[in-house]
């Protein structure tokens, strides 16, 4: 029905930067929130960033200053912009999108197959 595909993860070096897209394709009427979530090894999952449909935002305490998130709604992408990267940033990088199905009303949560992001020298 909903597909979300990332793109972007790598290998950097501490200081760098990389962009992060998630794009939602399918039968889509309306996306709500759009977020980026991230587990380490060893870690829980949590939510590095996300974005209201309004373009109100909100980021964990450990980046903020650092990443930027940004929405596209033409075309159904989420941004995760990284900069000033460090090694505790390592994690795979998963988005979620909160769409409303064409010809629904119910909101469902689509997530991202995850992308791998190692920050070392």
């Known amino acids: 029905q909903v597909q979300v595909v990332e793109s972007g993860g790598g290998l950097v070096q501490p200081g760098g930067s990389l962009r992060l897209s998630c794009a939602a394709s399918g039968s889509i009427f309306r996306i709500n929130t759009m977020g980026w979530y991230r587990q380490a090894p060893g870690k829980e999952r949590e939510l590095v960033a996300d974005i209201s449909s309004g373009g109100i935002t909100n980021y964990a305490d450990s980046v903020k200053g650092r990443f930027t998130i940004s929405r596209d709604n033409a075309k159904n992408t989420v941004y995760l912009q990284m900069n000033s990267l460090k090694p505790e940033d390592t994690a795979v990088y998963v988005c979620?999108?909160?769409?409303?199905?064409?010809?629904?009303?119910?909101?469902?949560?689509?997530w991202g197959q995850g992308t791998q992001v190692t920050v070392s020298s």
């Open positions: 979620r999108q909160l769409v409303v199905p064409r010809l629904g009303l119910a909101e469902l949560r689509y």
